[in-house]
């Protein structure tokens, strides 16, 4: 005998006055999760009630209806709704959408509330990238989607920025072939032939962490905190046309340079500027290189100088400096750390007072004519130049002294001849020794020339 499927009747809907709504002690949240009631009263201002409210009559003592109306399954829009007539944006006999189960029902209020609570499936995180491509397509900026959703502009970047992954890499994301850390760490290269290359050599091996993802995709880059990228800016490197590549999700120590060889040129090229300037100064030659090389100095004499003299205003500071310096270790000697804002003015206070020490060197001028300098990079990135080095075939010889006259000639006695030139030395662009493991060994060349004094 065949059997006939039941038929189902589904709970009426209506429109209630938010008036005649009550809070249910049947609701089975109990702790506070998810948006604020705030957060969600503002976007139902914005957008209105998405969802209905599920309620049953509340029965008095005898089992009649009171026209109240209790509400097991929606507490939270209802908090919302009570927040918007408190506000008075709302007025309290405004219509509520409302499913209401009946009286003679036998599903209790408890089932309702625990049914809506565990049933909902939560939107994918891949979804819900894409639902902001979309949203961004149609005109709607990252400002305004972080407004509208109660996030910040940053987090819609990075949902954003995940969403532009290669497609074949979130499909295998979206069927749990990879984590979501692992899909944040493909953000750091936008090239999407790059990232599915360095997931098809990751994804069958043991090593397959996010750190590992990075780093495989930013081998050939430089990072923004290595020394000449500090020396050059990464400003000026941008402007040149050079690209940065960022990390959205954690801290990336300002980025990875992705062009190396544009690089080492503004590096070459700045190092070059700042020893054209140098060389007014009259030296007989001057060596520019990114890495000098152990005992670089080796077999040369380096000049003696003297100090520049303090102006009197240099002068009247320096005492200034060292005394407020001694009184913030004397005030703070007892702590085991300083305060930050003290630690900062004790590390401005040394770098004044190393300013005075390491004062410029005055030189004589005959030796200046005959020895060199070295122009290089300091460990922090800083310009670092080196003055006064002597080589042994420019030391001056008795025989040079005795036939001083005899090469002067025509010129006459006492006078020097200024108008021959005479070559600096080849100067040699050292490029540096590795770029993250990756070997650069081809040295660039070039020589520059000065007017002899």
Request: hydrophobic share 40%; proline share 6%.
């Amino acid at each position: 005998m065949a059997h006939t499927a039941q038929k189902i009747t589904l709970s009426s809907s209506r429109d209630i006055p938010f008036d005649k709504l009550v809070p249910s002690q049947s609701n089975v949240r109990r702790i506070k999760a998810g948006v604020s009631v705030e957060e969600l009263a503002e976007d139902i201002a914005r957008r209105g009630l998405l969802q209905g409210l599920s309620v049953r009559p509340v029965l008095d003592a005898d089992g009649v209806e009171t026209g109240k109306f209790e509400i097991p399954a929606g507490g939270r829009r209802f908090q919302a709704l009570s927040l918007l007539v408190k506000q008075k944006r709302l007025v309290k006999t405004a219509p509520v959408p409302c499913v209401l189960r009946a009286v003679t029902s036998d599903i209790l209020a408890e089932d309702d509330s625990l049914a809506e609570n565990m049933q909902r499936v939560a939107l994918h995180p891949l979804d819900q990238f894409r639902a902001f491509v979309a949203l961004r397509d149609k005109g709607q900026g990252e400002e305004a989607i972080a407004a509208a959703f109660f996030v910040t502009p940053q987090i819609v970047k990075q949902r954003l920025k995940l969403a532009s992954v290669a497609p074949a890499l979130l499909e295998v994301y979206a069927e749990d072939g990879m984590t979501l850390e692992q899909l944040m760490a493909f953000t750091v290269n936008p090239d999407n032939a790059r990232q599915v290359q360095v997931w098809d050599a990751v994804k069958n091996s043991w090593n397959k962490e996010p750190y590992s993802i990075r780093r495989m995709l930013t081998e050939t880059s430089v990072r923004a905190s290595d020394r000449r990228a500090v020396f050059v800016g990464v400003d000026a490197y941008e402007a040149a046309g050079g690209v940065v590549l960022r990390d959205l999700f954690q801290g990336d120590d300002g980025g990875w340079l992705e062009d190396p060889a544009l690089l080492d040129r503004l590096v070459a090229d700045k190092l070059q500027a700042e020893a054209q300037a140098i060389a007014a100064e009259g030296w007989k030659w001057i060596e520019v290189s990114t890495d000098l090389p152990y005992g670089y100095s080796h077999g040369l004499r380096r000049l003696v100088g003297d100090p520049s003299p303090l102006s009197e205003n240099e002068v009247a500071e320096h005492p200034k400096l060292l005394a407020e310096y001694r009184a913030l270790e004397e005030e703070y000697a007892g702590q085991d750390e300083y305060p930050e804002e003290i630690d900062t003015r004790l590390g401005e206070l040394e770098a004044a007072m190393e300013a005075f020490e390491q004062r410029p060197l005055i030189f004589e001028a005959a030796e200046v004519g005959r020895a060199g300098v070295f122009v290089t990079l300091d460990r922090d990135g800083g310009l670092a130049v080196y003055r006064g080095y002597v080589r042994p075939e420019d030391e001056p010889r008795e025989e040079a002294v005795a036939n001083f006259g005899d090469e002067l000639g025509a010129e006459g006695q006492g006078q020097i001849a200024t108008s021959r030139p005479v070559s600096f030395p080849l100067v040699r662009l050292r490029p540096p020794s590795s770029l993250l493991g990756v070997s650069r060994s081809v040295p660039v060349f070039q020589t520059m020339r000065m007017m002899a004094h």
